[in-house]
Nanobody, 127 residues
């Protein structure tokens, strides 16, 4: 059984940094994309970032939502079982439940494309 477990959420102040982690168990997503989405109260789940490993190469490519570009950085470990999201210069509008997702089969910015999801971790940014 595949499980994605997020950690690292909490209450921070505007301007602070926070690092989220997601650990996959049950299988390794070696070449598949792994990403982060978020959902604020009353809003739809939205794309934050995704990272793909280049098959056969020791490199990766990441894509970000415009709202987090230059503030957030997604990374994954060499064993391909953990993906992290480093969040800097946090803003109150970043407040949301953050979800880890894996193995997109279509558009990487669409939640419906991802096969596996974590349970989410709350990030609250106070002003």
């Amino acid at each position: 059984q595949v499980q994605l477990v997020e950690s690292g959420g909490g209450l921070v102040q505007a301007g602070d940094s926070r690092r989220l982690s997601c650990t996959a168990s049950g299988r390794a997503f070696s070449a598949a994309g792994m990403g982060w989405f978020r959902q604020a109260p009353g809003k739809e789940r939205e794309f934050v970032a995704v990272i793909f490993n280049w098959k056969g190469r020791n490199s990766s490519r990441a894509y970000y939502a415009d709202s987090v570009k230059d503030r957030f950085t997604i990374s994954r470990d060499n064993a391909k079982t953990t993906v992290s999201l480093q969040m800097n210069s946090l803003k109150p509008e970043d407040t949301a439940v953050y979800y880890c997702a894996a193995q997109p089969s279509g558009s990487y910015f669409e939640p419906s494309s991802f096969a596996y999801w974590g349970q989410g971790t709350q990030v609250t940014v106070s002003s």
